[in-house]
T-cell receptor
Framework: GDSVTQMEGPVTLSEEAFLTINCTYT??????LFWYVQYPGEGLQLLLK?????DKGSNKGFEATYRKETTSFHLEKGSVQVSDSAVYFC???????????FGEGTQLTVNP | SAVISQKPSRDICQRGTSLTIQCQVD?????MFWYRQQPGQSLTLIAT?????????ESGFVIDKFPISRPNLTFSTLTVSNMSPEDSSIYLC???????????FGSGTQLSVL
């Protein structure tokens, strides 16, 4: 079945540091890929998405590129801020339906 | 995008009791989804709720434990029945966006069972 694997956390960075959170997936067909963010005490918010190979999703300075050859969708940001502290989830939606399969989540803490 | 109101936002319950969580959407949607997020873990799909039919449950989840109602295209409830401490989790509802690809989530219900 479908699965998503994220890099283990937690991740702690200083403000303005470069961020990479790795995400790889296993799925049949051509899934859509997502990054969701969960701020403390809140529900999930869609951060960015990509629906086909080589697409790049971007939002709020975050980027991720759908790499079919490496089955990856790594999240990057060039300069993180304290306000980026949250849990980040990689997810996929299979071509057969809307249900989402989530990775384990990565806790990011950015210190001033 | 869809605006989802979920309540209660949190509750503390006694073992053996039941809690009903409500999810209201600001637009009509075909499918609504219920997820569970156990402490420190990722989200797991509990069931998919279609209006006018019984919910479809994922492996490991049963209707007797998690009965779901879907009376119309903007509302759904999830009941956590005969609760035990192992049911302490965040429960979230979600709906598809208009594109059919995006999913939007409610703010979640933080449940603690004593």
């Amino acid at each position: 079945g479908d699965s998503v694997t994220q890099m283990e956390g937690p991740v702690t960075l200083s403000e303005e540091a470069f961020l990479t959170i790795n995400c790889t997936y296993t799925a049949t067909g051509y899934p859509s890929l997502f990054w969701y963010v969960q701020y403390p005490g809140e529900g999930l918010q869609l951060l960015l998405k990509a629906t086909k190979a080589d697409d790049k999703g971007s939002n709020k300075g975050f980027e991720a590129t759908y790499r079919k050859e490496t089955t990856s969708f790594h999240l990057e940001k060039g300069s993180v801020q304290v306000s980026d502290s949250a849990v980040y989830f990689c997810a996929l939606a299979s071509t057969s339906g809307s249900r989402l399969t989530f990775g384990e989540g990565t806790q990011l803490t950015v210190n001033p | 995008s869809a605006v989802i109101s979920q309540k209660p936002s949190r509750d503390i319950c006694q073992r053996g009791t039941s809690l009903t969580i409500q999810c209201q959407v600001d637009s009509q949607v075909t499918m609504m989804f219920w997820y569970r997020q156990q402490p420190g873990q990722s989200l797991t799909l509990i069931a998919t709720a279609n209006q006018g039919s019984e919910a479809t449950y994922e492996s490991g989840f049963v209707i007797d434990k998690f009965p779901i109602s879907r009376p119309n295209l903007t509302f759904s409830t999830l009941t956590v029945s005969n609760m035990s401490p192992e049911d302490s989790s965040i429960y979230l509802c979600s709906v598809e966006g208009g594109t059919g690809v995006d999913m939007f989530f409610g703010s979640g219900t933080q449940l603690s069972v004593l």
